[in-house]
T-cell receptor
């Protein structure tokens, strides 16, 4: 099956710990995205990558980091510098910018 | 800052009533996309509009893109309980080159059976 996978579905971490969220796609898409979703806030862009080995900050990049070493993978690290990391994180991909985005099932991160 | 505004934020309807959500941008859009997110799920692409004044239909859903390419609407005729969810519009800003979609905050639709 083609699609986007995110793991894990639920993640709990202690305050002060870094945590890495996985995102993998087998759609052969060039562009990948990370969004954060909070109740009533819609989708806010954290980072995006339009091609391997390149990525750009989105609207709320502070406290997050990414890498794009492979076309199919775009992991997101939530660092201890992120002041309010508890949220629902969605990864998406598209053929390239301007095309429809396909979303993964999301990871719900809770920092205790 | 937020450049794509979506109203209303919430809408509660009786099953069988119609529903409309509106999307407005402060700048011209090169295209507009609509997504639906079911409760507990992830956004799923519905449609993309590109041309000024474009109207597209998907069964009971009608999508419009304004003449000035600054606004869009999604209209659902005779809502059903399967229509429950949050509807997002998202657009590419015309002047911004190859930059990502800007999402509205969404309209959450509740349908009372």
């Amino acid at each position: 099956d083609g699609g986007i996978t995110q793991s894990p579905k639920y993640l709990f971490r202690k305050e002060g710990q870094n945590v890495t969220l996985s995102c993998e796609q087998n759609l052969n898409h060039d562009a990948m995205y990370w969004y954060r979703q909070d109740p009533g806030q819609g989708l806010r862009l954290i980072y995006y990558s339009q091609i391997v080995n390149d990525f750009q900050k989105g609207d709320i990049a502070e406290g997050y980091s990414v890498s794009r070493e492979k076309k199919e993978s775009f992991p997101l690290t939530v660092t201890s510098a992120q002041k309010n990391p508890t949220a629902f994180y969605l990864c998406a991909s598209s053929m390239s910018e301007g095309y429809e985005q396909f979303f993964g099932p999301g990871t719900r991160l809770t920092v205790l | 800052g937020q450049q794509v505004m979506q109203i209303p934020q919430y809408q509660h309807v009786q099953e069988g009533e119609d529903f409309t959500t509106y999307c407005n941008s402060s700048t011209t859009l090169s295209n507009i996309q609509w997504y639906k997110q079911r409760p507990g799920g992830h956004p799923v692409f519905l449609i993309q509009l590109v041309k000024s004044g474009e109207v597209k239909k998907q069964k009971r859903l009608t999508f419009q893109f304004g003449e000035a390419k600054k606004n869009s609407s999604l209209h659902i005729t005779a809502t059903q309980t399967t229509d429950v969810g949050t509807y997002f519009c998202a657009g590419h800003l015309f002047y911004s080159g190859n930059t990502p979609l800007v999402f509205g905050k969404g309209t959450r639709l509740s349908v009372i059976a």
